[in-house]
C-alpha cells in the first residue's frame, strides 16, 4: 500500500507564481534587449551568476543588486526587479491544491530563494505567513538551494522528516538535493501536471476540494 505523504514544501516563483521565463522575455521586449540577455548576462556569466547567488544569501541587497545587474546589462537601475518581474502573477491551480492540501492535514511549507524583500517585495499579496505552515527565504538564513540545509530548515519548521514529504521546484537542479534526502520530487513545469502528481502523492482530490 502506497503511504501518502504529509508534508508539501513549495517554491515560490515559478511554482505559485506564473513562470519566470515568459516575464523575463517580456522585460527584455520592454528594454528593447535582444533575446536571451538577461538569461546570459544574470545567470550565466560569471559575474551575474556571482551577483545572483549573494542576493539569494543576503550579502548583496537588491538594490545593490539593481545597481550592479543594471550596469552589467546597460540598463537603468531603478527597481530593476520589480521590473524585471512585473508580469508575474499568481498560479490559482497551484495556490488553491496547497490551500486544500493544507485544510485535509497537510503541512504545507515555502523554500524560496529570495531576491530581496526591498524596494520590491516579490511576495507581496500572497499572505504566505498566514497562508502556509512554514516560510524558509534564502537570504534570512545566509544560504540557498540546492545547499541541503536549506531543506533541512524548512524540515524542522514543519516538524516532519523528508521521508513525510513532497518538494516542488521549476528549477530541476533543486530537486537531486532534496530527493537525496528522502523527499519524493515533482518538477513544476506545468500546473495541472503539478496539482495531478500532488494529488497522487499526497492521496487527495486537490482539485475536487478547489471547485467544491
Known sequence: MTQHRKGLVLDFGGVLTTPLPPAALAFEKREGLAEGTLLTGLYLAP???????????GTLTQTQWNEAAGRLLGIPPDNLMGRIFTDLRPEPSVIAAAAAARRAGV?????????????????????????????????????RKPEPEMYRLVLDE???????????????????????????????????RTVAALETLLGIRLTDRVTA
Not at 47 to 57: M, P, S, V
Not at 121 to 130: A, H, M
Not at 172 to 185: K, M, R, S
Open 158 to 192: 514543519l516538524g516532519l522528516r523528508a521521508e513525510e514529504c513532497v518538494f516542488v521546484d521549476d528549477t530541476e537542479q533543486h530537486l537531486p538535493p532534496a530527493a537525496a534526502l528522502g523527499f519524493a520530487t515533482v518538477h513544476a513545469v506545468d500546473p495541472a
Open 47 to 57: 559575474e551575474g551568476i556571482r551577483l545572483t547567488e549573494e542576493l539569494e544569501r
Open 107 to 143: 503541512k504545507v511549507g515555502i523554500l524560496s530563494n529570495s531576491v530581496g524583500l526591498v524596494p520590491w517585495n516579490l511576495y507581496d499579496g500572497f499572505e504566505v505567513e498566514r497562508l502556509y505552515d512554514s516560510v524558509v527565504l534564502s537570504e534570512v538564513h545566509g544560504m
